[in-house]
């Protein structure tokens, strides 16, 4: 199944007709430039082309009051003064006498796309639209939006599509506080979003956009605020924030649809963010989505200033939508410490309210609240700085890197009695002996076809570093055997960072090296802890692998921060017989592992576990995982290890950090 791309130019057609430095940003050629790179980079030909509508009254009124309608319904009659003075009204916003009609086709793409999505026409989309949505409330126009796009569409899905949870993830730099009001009574709809926040001084400068805003009443835990509290965000801080909060907190919503405000002002080069996370970055945040709801995902543009990094990031979210091998992560490093104080206080405000933060750290010692209230008070004084001065530091960056996809995209090495399943292409390698392997031969290692096998898994390994493959499978009648051989020389000579994930015990592991040419994780429910050093960490479930929560929670807040810091080359996913992992986790954990490597996932089973290659395929070839089935709380005893077994380890791995404990 496809992505769907709404673009209308008619959504161009509206502008400032007055000075008003705050509005001057939102400018038509926002639109356009993305839309215009979109065409140029050949993806908008990838896409299916879905027309935008206008929405109707009803569809404005599922978020919005009749006399606020009205009111806006009266615009395209307005004179330039009529306008100025109704615009006087709200905040930070302008009107236009085509702005309701733009306003309308925004949030009937939006509809559009829901509508594509829900009825399987195409499998995810986005809809690049003005004006944004995600600040308009109930009756008042706020912060360049005029109808709620975003919230309309959830509302729409429940209402026409009998979508039961609705997950709306926010990356855009500024907080939704009109998604946050429509939805933090209903536990239906979580909503996420991390803003720029600087202890309240910055726009829209509301108390309630902090973390300790968790939804109200039935919505107490459903809204999620991750304040930004310092300019200069990077990549890290944005991925860990991703594995420590949303994406766990993500998986035991189980949302059955997941909508995005997709906003690029959190890019670099944004004179509204001036964070420091660049274009590729989107690409990531968008695959993190992708596997959640069974892949329906709607992005809906919000903001994005910079008229280089928006289509930037557009770009790089449509490619990851489209399925396309993902970059990698560039120089990802520590979070930094106001990261991690936002980080902890987030998920301390959070763990009575999801079972995958109960273990979360307590209240910070520096709880910035505190701060919030002295730096207000201080506020009197100081003047902001004209935002333009700020925007004068605006960094470089490098244009995002290529993302070819290659010719094979998942090959296998079968047994004969094994059927190619469909979409997977048989790898046919020379039958000599790999030359890495002709020394053993001589001193003649005991297992001939063990060592045929090895060295055709060899020969794989390299068509993947050279792009001719992306992923492969390899049934093998011994695991153990293989694998030891394989891995003897695997990370000296053919590739520099492998990541082995080993799902399931696996009794000698003799040849873990130490030089950090492989990081070896195992998920199994033995108990190992004495054999842990930093490139072999073993995470032990007292249920086993079969325990879905805590397996989801291992992965999400282990390995993924694990792999993002390491940046492995290439992925090594071994499944032992008998793990008792079930499908639809394992396709969650191949979904999660494409993201890593330029999507260079190897899986390894065992021949008598032949009746998973059909998922296991499914799943390297891009298919989305299935919705994990209502997840059961996390095991207590499970949960603390794993807190333990992270807190230890973060010394040597920053990106498991949650807390600014420790830190410079
Ligand atoms: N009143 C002092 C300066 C305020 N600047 C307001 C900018 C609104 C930005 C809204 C936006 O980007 C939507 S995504
Ligand atoms: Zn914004």
Not at 228 to 238: A, L, R
Not at 359 to 387: C, F, Y
Not at 415 to 438: I, N, T, Y
Not at 557 to 566: C, I, Q
Request: hydrophobic share 40%.
């Amino acid at each position: 199944m496809g992505t769907a791309l709404i673009y209308d130019e008619e959504m161009t057609k509206y502008k400032l007709l007055w000075v008003d430095p705050a509005c001057k940003i939102e400018v038509p050629e926002r639109l356009t430039v993305s839309y215009e790179a979109l065409v140029r980079s050949g993806l908008s030909d990838r896409c299916v082309s879905i027309p935008p509508r206008e929405a109707t009254d009803a569809e404005i009124l599922l978020a919005h009051s009749e006399e606020y309608l009205e009111a806006v319904k009266k615009t395209p009659y307005m004179t330039l003064e009529d306008l100025k003075e109704f615009t006087l009204q709200y905040g930070d916003v302008y009107f236009h006498p085509n702005i309701y009609h733009c306003a309308k086709l925004a949030a009937g793409s939006a509809l559009q796309l829901v509508d594509s999505v829900m009825t399987g026409k195409v499998r995810n989309g986005i809809a690049l639209v003005r004006p944004p949505g995600h600040h308009s409330m109930r009756s008042a126009a706020n912060g360049f939006c005029v109808f709620n796009n975003v919230a309309i569409a959830a509302q729409y899905a429940k209402q026409k599509h009998g979508v039961k949870r609705v997950l709306i993830v926010d990356w855009d730099i500024h907080h939704g506080q009109g998604v946050q009001y429509c939805f933090e009574d209903d536990p239906s709809v979580l909503y996420y979003s991390w803003h720029r926040y600087e202890h309240q001084k910055f726009w829209p400068n509301l108390r309630e956009s902090d973390y300790d805003s968790v939804g109200k009443g039935n919505g107490a835990g459903f809204n999620v605020n991750v304040p930004w509290n310092k300019v200069g965000m990077e990549n890290s801080d944005y991925l860990s924030i991703f594995c420590h909060v949303l994406l766990p907190v993500a998986y035991e919503f189980c949302p059955d649809l997941v909508l995005v405000c997709a906003g690029f002002d959190s890019a670099i080069g944004d004179p509204e963010g001036e964070m420091c996370a660049t274009p590729d970055i989107f690409a990531h945040l968008t695959h993190l989505l992708m596997n959640l709801a069974g892949g329906k995902l709607c992005a809906v543009l919000e903001g994005g200033y910079n008229l280089t990094s928006l289509p930037q990031s557009v770009c790089q979210t449509v490619q990851t939508l489209l399925g396309d091998p993902l970059p990698q992560p560039a120089g990802l490093r520590s979070p930094c410490k106001s990261a991690l104080e936002s980080l902890q206080c987030v998920r301390s405000a959070h763990r009575r309210y999801w079972s995958f933060l109960k273990h979360a750290a307590n209240q910070p010692s520096t709880d910035i609240s505190t701060k919030r209230i002295k730096l207000a008070n201080e506020e009197e004084g100081k003047t902001e700085m004209a935002v333009e001065e700020r925007a004068a530091e605006i960094k470089e960056w490098p244009e995002p890197p290529e993302r070819p996809s290659p010719p094979v995209r998942c090959a296998s090495l079968l047994p004969e009695d094994v059927a190619c399943p469909d979409g997977l292409k048989l790898f046919s390698s020379s039958k000599d002996l790999h030359p890495l392997l002709a020394s053993k031969l001589q001193n003649g290692a005991d297992d001939q076809d063990a060592l045929i096998t090895v060295s055709r898994l060899y020969a794989m390994i390299e068509k993947m570093l050279t792009n001719e493959i992306g992923s492969g499978l390899v049934l093998i009648s011994d695991i153990s055997a293989a694998m030891m051989g394989a891995l003897q020389d695997l990370p000296s000579d053919l590739v520099d960072r492998v990541l082995v994930v080993c799902v399931g015990k696996e009794k000698d592991l003799n040849y873990l090296t130490t030089d950090g040419k492989m990081l070896f994780v195992q998920i199994s429910d033995e108990d190992k802890e004495k054999e842990k050093n930093k490139y072999f960490i073993p995470v032990s479930l007292k249920k086993g692998c079969s325990d879905t929560a805590g397996f989801i929670q291992a992965v999400l807040g282990l390995l993924l921060p694990l792999a993002y810091e390491y940046d492995p080359t290439l992925v090594l996913l071994v499944r032992t017989p008998g793990s008792g992992v079930d499908d639809s986790m394992w396709q969650q954990l191949i979904g999660l592992l494409l993201g890593f490597a330029k999507g260079h996932t190897l899986v390894l089973m065992q021949t008598n576990e032949k009746v998973h290659v059909g998922p296991t395929a499914s799943a390297l070839l891009g298919r989305p995982a299935p919705p994990l089935l209502e997840l059961q709380t996390l095991d207590q005893e499970d949960g603390e290890a794993l807190e333990r077994l992270r807190e230890r380890l973060q010394t040597d791995w920053k990106m498991l950090q949650t807390t600014s404990e420790g830190t410079e």
